[in-house]
């Protein structure tokens, strides 16, 4: 069912366009990789991230022992965990914060996330769902739940959520880069090509909205205007990287007969 809500807010409070693009993996719904294919979103903010995930491991993980009814403690330390590679754990430390605190939409989405994050997919959705309201909408969980339907295979109602955090974040890069991952794995490739088109050249600085726009170039078979935008004002020892990562990435879906999208991974989750 399409999500109802009300028209956008004019306080409503825009985020960095580098807003997480969560990186999805080899396989149709794998979630981990150690190269960049596809980069998605599960709209976290990009205040949410930390410069040392793994000294903020140790902080709030004494404090979330010491408490584990300190909301901001779980989310800091299930964000460390998730970015650490910890999923399953930031699982568990914000289903047990969640439960003390079973009204707190902020630690409610960040349940959710990790939950998609360690790949299940259904839960997520609905514990997304318990944190949205729509008497106040946020973006960035209409995204995040958008993302996790595209994960079940359902296109259709996934961009229904995309369209509806897009009305309220007009031009989100992070939103548009979901719409197109959305119709890399549908392989409706032109439409993927529109939606990461506008996000790059709204938010070109941002790697993985920078990778999309290459996958989804190379995946057209413009390698050349691909590699344009894979080496683009990096070093070149980073260009060489991407353009090696890219054209890696397309050899194994030649090989796979075209009958899996390789989608990326978290390298983070926030």
């Not at 993985?208 to 020892?237: F, H, S, T, W, Y």
Request: positive net charge.
């Amino acid at each position: 069912m399409r999500p109802k809500f009300p028209r956008k807010s004019s306080h409503v409070r825009r985020v960095a366009p580098t807003a997480a693009c969560v990186i999805l993996a080899m396989g149709l719904w794998g979630c981990q990789t150690s190269g960049p294919d596809i980069t998605g979103s599960l709209g976290e903010k990009a205040e949410a991230r930390s410069a040392d995930p793994r000294r903020d491991l140790e902080t709030y993980r004494e404090r979330f022992k010491a408490n584990p009814k300190d909301s901001e403690a779980a989310l800091k330390y299930g964000r460390a965990l998730r970015a650490t590679g910890q999923k399953s754990q930031a699982v568990a430390v914000l289903e047990q914060a969640s439960m003390s605190n079973p009204s707190n939409r902020t630690l409610l989405a960040g349940y959710g996330r990790a939950l998609a994050d360690n790949g299940n997919f259904q839960q997520a959705f609905d514990v997304l769902g318990r944190a949205h309201k729509p008497e106040d909408p946020d973006w960035s969980i209409l995204s995040a739940q958008g993302a996790t339907l595209d994960q079940l295979g359902r296109f259709d109602e996934a961009r229904q959520y995309y369209a509806s955090a897009l009305k309220i974040a007009p031009d989100e890069p992070s939103v548009l880069c979901n719409l197109g991952l959305s119709y890399i794995l549908s392989k409706e490739l032109p439409k993927a090509d529109e939606a990461l088109r506008r996000a790059y050249s709204l938010a070109g600085s941002d790697p993985r909205i920078r990778a999309n726009r290459a996958l989804v170039l190379g995946l057209q078979g413009r390698m050349n205007e691909a590699e344009v935008i894979a080496k683009a004002d990096l070093p070149p020892d980073e260009a060489a990287a991407n353009v090696s990562a890219l054209k890696q990435m397309l050899a194994r879906k030649q090989a796979s007969g075209g009958e899996k999208m390789p989608v990326a991974s978290t390298k983070r989750g926030d």
